[in-house]
C-alpha cells in the first residue's frame, strides 16, 4: 500500500454533516479511483476520476456524493449530510495510466462512521 | 448484479497444505483478472493477477488458473503459511473501463497451526 496516501483514517460524523475524504495517489499517477466497502461485503466501485476530469461516476449515489481530483492536490470524496448507511470503508487506488493492465493500489482507507 | 462471485465466504487449511480459493464471473467482456490479500484496517494489497490470453501464472508460492470456458479462476498457495491468514478479494477488468475492477465478496483464508 506504499504511496497511495489517505487521510483522515478515521472519521467520525453527526447525522447530516458534512465529511471530506482525501487522497493522495502515487507519484507519477494520474488516474484515481474510488471505492466503499461496507461491513462484510467486498468493495464496491463508485467513481474513476483524471485530473481535472470525471470518467466514470456510475458506482457513485445520485445524491449528496460527489468527487474531484484537481490539477493541484489531491483527489476529494465529498458526502453532503451523512446518514447513517454511509458508514464504510472508503479506498482510494491509483494508476499510472489509462489501461495498461497494472494492477491498481489502493490506500489504507478512511473508515468513516456516522453517529 | 454481482458479476465476480466468491462462494466461500471462508476457508480453513493446515500450516504447509495447499490452500485453494475460488472465483466465478459472469461478465464475458472481462479480460484480466487479479487476486487482492486484505488484512484488517488495511487497503488491498496486490497478490497476481493473469490475463485472458494466458490460462496460468505463477508467481513463488502462488498460482491462478483461468479457465475461461468455464468462467472460474482459482488461486492456489502452496506451501500455506499462518502469514497468509487473510481476506482474499478476486477482481476483474474489462476493456473500455480503464482499470476499473470489479470485486468479488472475498474469501477469508485461516491457516492454522
Known amino acids: 500500500n506504499a504511496g497511495v496516501m489517505q487521510n483522515p483514517r478515521h472519521l467520525v460524523r453527526r447525522r447530516g454533516q458534512e465529511a471530506r475524504l482525501r487522497c493522495s495517489p502515487m507519484?507519477?499517477?494520474?488516474?484515481v479511483y474510488w471505492y466503499r466497502q461496507l461491513p462484510e461485503e467486498g468493495l464496491k466501485f463508485m467513481v474513476y476520476?483524471?485530473?481535472?476530469?470525471?470518467?466514470?461516476e456510475s458506482g457513485m449515489p445520485k445524491e449528496r456524493f460527489s468527487a474531484e481530483f484537481p490539477k493541484e492536490g489531491p483527489s476529494i470524496l465529498r458526502i453532503q449530510q451523512v446518514v447513517r448507511g454511509d458508514s464504510a470503508a472508503y479506498f482510494c487506488?491509483?494508476?499510472?495510466?489509462?489501461?495498461?493492465?497494472?494492477?491498481?493500489?489502493f490506500g489504507n482507507g478512511t473508515r468513516l462512521t456516522v453517529t | 448484479d454481482q458479476q465476480v462471485k466468491q462462494n466461500s465466504p471462508s476457508l480453513s487449511v493446515q500450516e504447509g497444505r495447499i490452500s485453494i480459493l475460488n472465483c466465478d464471473y459472469t461478465?464475458?467482456?472481462?479480460?484480466?483478472f487479479l487476486w487482492y490479500k486484505k488484512y484488517p484496517a488495511e487497503g488491498p494489497t496486490f497478490l497476481i493477477s493473469?490475463?485472458?490470453?494466458?490460462d496460468k501464472n505463477e508467481d513463488g508460492r502462488f498460482t491462478v488458473f483461468l479457465n475461461k470456458s468455464a468462467k472460474h479462476l482459482s488461486l492456489h498457495i502452496v506451501p500455506s503459511q499462518p502469514g497468509d491468514s487473510a481476506v482474499y478479494f478476486c477482481?476483474?477488468?474489462?476493456?473500455?473501463?480503464?482499470?476499473?475492477?470489479?470485486f468479488g465478496t472475498g474469501t477469508q483464508l485461516k491457516v492454522e497451526l
Open positions: 476520476l483524471q485530473k481535472e476530469n470525471i470518467i466514470d
Open positions: 507519484k507519477g499517477h494520474s488516474h
Open positions: 461478465n464475458s467482456m472481462f479480460d484480466y
Open positions: 493473469i490475463s485472458s490470453i494466458k
Open positions: 487506488a491509483s494508476s499510472p495510466g489509462y489501461r495498461d493492465n497494472s494492477p491498481l493500489h
Open positions: 477482481a476483474a477488468s474489462a476493456p473500455g473501463g480503464g482499470n476499473k475492477l470489479t
